[in-house]
């Protein structure tokens, strides 16, 4: 359960392939799939939301689109390839010339998915190119889900991510084992099932590709976390952890306090400096709003893990010990401490980004999130 949780993956954000970003390169906003998830023999549509660059003409654009099915991350191989005009997409020479320089535009096809194409994880890649062929901008949508329309094959599918689950989870439990004895006692049994993990996962040998963990990943995740609140909540004995409220209350302040701090500071540095480059800051007009989503990240960053806490406590087999009371309890309320915090900085983005003031309103939605959050 504890590895598992490390491979849900994040797909179907719009990244920049290059090149660099130029003033009068045409800018993709977004695609918008329809439905979200694809399934074979389903009729698709793809739309394209964009701003016209500001000196070169629309006419003199084309957009070249490349499909890839990924076997792992970042291993694709191109299938399928369109070619057409910017102006054609958008509707035709009369509606192209109806799109001033910078304003938006829209453009719009759709496709019927055969039968026979591989079921499993695809990346959408969009160049406009000018007359002469050169790329003036590039973007790519990547962990487009294709899945099975037929029964048979759906039942096929869980049965392959199932047990491709089986698999790695039994052997991350006897390898991740054995890291205590090859370190000389330095990493606990936890680290050998996070790194075993990576390992089957998608980013290295694909075992458990995307497909199959968006099949199973959120039952799992759901069947984990109430194993890891159970437990975490059956080390908890209120009467043995009154004498300690104090301290934990003042190390949880610190260290959600310093978290805060310097994960946002170094969020904006990163993206700032091109160390690395992280589209939600990027795509931000302000100062304000760069730091509100910064520290949005940052609060994230202040969870603690239980189900770490809990395993390094088990094999060290000291769960009476003040140490392992503490480290437990203050795992347990840094877990109270983000649900607020994220809550508090999602208010100060919406008011960063759309503009507004913090008031009582603010206080009330961050009072209903929560609320919604524990009922």
């Known amino acids: 359960c504890a590895f598992a949780a490390q491979l849900a993956g994040v797909a179907g954000a719009l ?14 906003d977004d695609i ?15 739309t394209l939301l964009g701003r016209a660059p500001v000196k070169v003409p629309m006419s003199e654009i084309r957009v070249l689109g490349s499909v890839y099915i990924c076997r792992r991350v970042s291993d694709c191989m191109p299938v ?70 037929l029964f048979v094959n759906r039942v096929r ?41 990576i390992v089957v996962g998608p980013y290295v040998c694909n075992l458990l590709s995307h497909m199959h963990i968006y099949l199973i990943g959120d039952l799992i995740n759901r069947i984990s976390l109430a194993f890891i609140g159970g437990a975490a909540g059956a080390e908890i004995f209120l009467p043995e952890f009154r004498s300690l409220l104090l301290p934990l209350a003042l190390q949880v302040l610190c260290i959600s306090v310093a978290t805060l701090v310097i994960c946002s500071v170094g969020v904006m540095v990163a993206n700032d400096s091109g160390v690395l480059p992280i589209p939600a800051l990027a795509s931000q007009s302000s100062l304000a ?29 000291c769960p009476e010990t003040i140490g392992a009371k503490m480290a437990l309890g203050i795992t347990v309320l840094s877990d109270i401490v983000v649900l607020i915090l994220f809550s508090l900085c999602t208010q100060v983005v919406r008011i960063a980004v759309h503009g507004g003031a913090f008031g009582p309103l603010v206080l ?3 009072i209903s999130e929560i609320s919604a959050s524990v009922f």
């Open 364 to 366: 009330l939605g961050v």
């Open 289 to 317: 709003s760069r730091a509100a989503v910064a520290m949005l990240a940052a609060a994230l960053m202040t969870a603690r893990s239980p189900a770490s806490a809990i395993a390094i406590i088990a094999e060290l087999k």
């Open 80 to 149: 399928f390839t369109y070619n057409e005009s910017l102006c054609s997409l958008i509707g035709g020479a009369a509606a192209c010339s109806d799109v001033m320089p910078g304003e938006a535009w829209t453009a719009s096809r759709s496709w019927l998915l055969p039968l026979g194409i591989v079921r499993g994880t695809y990346a959408l890649q969009l160049e406009f190119r000018s007359s002469t062929g050169e790329v003036l901008s590039c973007y790519e949508q990547p962990g487009i889900m294709v899945l099975a329309s």
């Open 15 to 28: 990244v920049s392939c290059g090149p660099a970003e130029q003033r009068d390169a045409p800018e993709l």
């Open 157 to 197: 599918d869980f049965r392959d991510a199932i047990v491709a689950f089986a698999v790695a989870a039994s052997s991350s439990y006897s390898v991740g084992g054995m890291f205590p004895f090859l370190s000389r006692g330095l990493l606990p049994q936890i680290t050998g099932y996070l790194i075993i993990g």
């Open 32 to 46: 918008v799939l329809s439905p979200p998830v694809l399934h074979l023999n389903q009729e698709i549509n793809i």
